[in-house]
């Protein structure tokens, strides 16, 4: 039986008028059903035969996936560990910004990057998440919002979360194309973010999304460096990225945003900014530098603030448009992956 989380808004209008009845209701319904305003398919419906609304029942899986554990950190971010029907772990978090919530989700169990800096990298690819995966991350999350925080506007989506999001890419696009075009979710593609490590085969593809804001990690302007951080550099370079990048019309996405993890004592110097600052400054960019948030065991140590400002202040000089990401949640373990480990 299929997900209801991936019938799109012209499937379901197909199977409506399957069920003999007349276009008109179906929109209310599919858009309650998506947002939890029904819980379940009722039994009686003032607008709808009581044959299709049985049929719709059993169509139909409504499951979403389990929320198995959540914390709540004194910022308002919220960590949810999901469990998904097979028994694997992944995570979402929502984080809130000027009262509005981002949800960051997850689209593979664990991940085959191997990022040496992320927790996930270290526990391997279990699997790709299916898009009724993807998007019951976001609908259960908002439904959560909602109960917890009466928060009823669509919240903003990036995918940072477990797992290379390119790595999973026609996954990953079902998911964007059923959030920007159901019924009571409807969000505009500038509302969601997939960040990537710059998985070639994947982005090569980019143009194939909806028109929806980019992240690539770079981390180290430095070939070698880059690759003892993200080993898949040395298949897919920054020069590749780069090149690749290029390629694109930027026109209508404005801006790439390039990620900096910075890295106590390791890509934090002076010659780290001018070499990114020359790489970049071809393209309208905008650098986040994030601080790194150590994990118990991990090999790097977190810059002091007096560093990450030092370094940002480097990149100003170089013409670059850079900004420091707040690290949230620190102490329920935000940070991708942790919160999956200790339920593992
Ligand atoms: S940083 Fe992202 S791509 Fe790298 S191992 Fe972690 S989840 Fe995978």
Redesign the pocket.
Known sequence: MSSFYTVTRDDFESWWLGQGMALGAQKRIQSALVTGTLREVPTFHPEVSKIALNNLKNSFDFTLPKIFEKRVAEDGTIKYLFELTDGLKIESVAISFHKKYTICLSTQAG?G???T??F??TQGLKRNLEPHEIIGQYIAVWRDLKVMKNHKVTPNIVFMG???PLHNFDHLKTAIEYLCSTPGISLGPRQITIST?GYLPGLMRWEELPPVNLAV?LHSPFEIERSRL?PMNKAYSIEKILEVLSGFSWGRRKVINFEYLLLGDLNDSREHAKELSKLINPFPSLVNIIPFNPYPGSPFKRPSTAVVEQFKAWLVEEKVRAMVRVTKGDEILAA??QLANQFK
Request: proline letters at 0%.
């Open positions: 991940c990057m191997a990022c800096f992320c996930t990298g477990q797992g290379e490590v990690s993200i991708c992956g």
